[in-house]
T-cell receptor
Framework: RKEVEQDPGPFNVPEGATVAFNCTYSNSASQSFFWYRQDCRKEPKLLMSVYSSGNEDGRFTAQLNRASQYISLLIRDSKLSDSATYLC????????????FGRGTSLIVHP | EPEVTQTPSHQVTQMGQEVILRCVPISNHLYFYWYRQILGQKVEFLVSFYNNEISEKSEIFDDQFSVERPDGSNFTLKIRSTKLEDSAMYFCAIGTGGYNEQFFGPGTRLTVL
């Protein structure tokens, strides 16, 4: 069965901490990888795409390990506003893109 | 970032009734998607729509569901005979093609009584 697995957390960290999430996927034919964040009862918002070479955007760094079939997200210098659920999304292509979402990892940043 | 609006924001309906959920992308796009998220659960892919045709659909997207782009701008999801288990948030998304980043609308909360 093709799945995307995430530790649901919650990860409870103080402001300024560094926190890392992993996500594993089972379909080796997966082609596109993303991290989205979702605030409570809101829509998912694209945080960053994850390329084979990795991706960095300010305090956020994402890595892809195709051999071990996982992607990671590192958040440095956590802010209170980073509190959210982080969704791992993996897309396979079978003529069109079919995204599979993980259940998400909950992050709580406290003062 | 592309913008997407959805209407209504909340729809309450009786079991067995038909509902139509609407999605309006602000700019022209070719790739459209519908997802649902049952409260407390993960986002689930329903259907993708490319160049005015369904390109992929999940096992959730059965004969009860249909999608249309009736006037070239609005993109609708119709649920023909709603069941209690259809209660969920329904998100529309537009895709950029290429690496396929997707941008979501704010969602419609469907409550089936």
């Amino acid at each position: 069965r093709k799945e995307v697995e995430q530790d649901p957390g919650p990860f409870n960290v103080p402001e300024g901490a560094t926190v890392a999430f992993n996500c594993t996927y089972s379909n080796s034919a997966s082609q596109s990888f993303f991290w989205y964040r979702q605030d409570c009862r809101k829509e998912p918002k694209l945080l960053m795409s994850v390329y084979s070479s990795g991706n960095e955007d300010g305090r956020f760094t994402a890595q892809l390990n195709r051999a071990s079939q996982y992607i990671s997200l590192l958040i440095r210098d956590s802010k209170l506003s980073d509190s959210a659920t982080y969704l791992c999304v993996v897309t396979t292509s079978g003529g069109s893109y079919i995204p599979t979402f993980g259940r998400g990892t909950s992050l709580i940043v406290h003062p | 970032e592309p913008e997407v609006t959805q209407t209504p924001s909340h729809q309450v309906t009786q079991m067995g009734q038909e509902v139509i959920l609407r999605c309006v992308p602000i700019s022209n796009h070719l790739y459209f998607y519908w997802y649902r998220q049952i409260l407390g659960q993960k986002v689930e892919f329903l259907v993708s729509f490319y160049n005015n045709e369904i390109s992929e659909k999940s096992e959730i997207f059965d004969d009860q569901f249909s999608v249309e782009r009736p006037d070239g701008s609005n993109f609708t999801l119709k649920i023909r005979s709603t069941k209690l288990e259809d209660s969920a948030m329904y998100f529309c998304a537009i895709g950029t093609g290429g690496y396929n980043e997707q941008f979501f609308g704010p969602g419609t909360r469907l409550t089936v009584l």
